[in-house]
């Protein structure tokens, strides 16, 4: 039971780690207490939030992922390297369709519930 409680702190460790260091991150979670207000605001259904979570979980995931992946890659290879280059920028690339697809999502959910207030 020890050793699993050890791995929940491991895992809060990384995640305040991700939040502290990178920039981007910070934006995801603004982001997030934006769109939260927002949805309280105009009375998204369970569903709708369900969907909200779920985009907001992968831009989240995709930016930890993506932060794990450059530190790795930073560690292997400190020089300039081209396939490690490479390698970064697949991984940014994650984060930014994961964010391109919540925006989305938010786009369509929001501008339904905001048309249909001005209705």
Not at 83 to 108: E, F, H, M, N, R
């Amino acid at each position: 039971m020890i050793k699993l409680f050890k791995s929940f702190g491991y895992a809060l460790k990384g995640m305040f780690f991700v939040l502290k260091e990178q920039q981007n991150m910070r934006i995801h979670a603004i982001a997030i207490v934006v769109v939260t207000i927002a949805g309280i605001f105009l009375g998204l259904t369970a569903i709708e939030w369900s969907v909200i979570a779920l985009t907001i979980s992968s831009v989240i995931v995709a930016e930890m992922i993506n932060t794990a992946i450059e530190d790795l890659v930073d560690l292997v290879s400190p020089e300039f390297n081209q396939t490690a280059g490479k390698i970064k920028d697949i991984a940014a690339g994650a984060v930014l369709l994961a964010a391109i697809v919540a925006t989305v999502v938010a786009v369509y959910i929001f501008g339904n519930k905001i048309f249909n207030l001005l209705l």
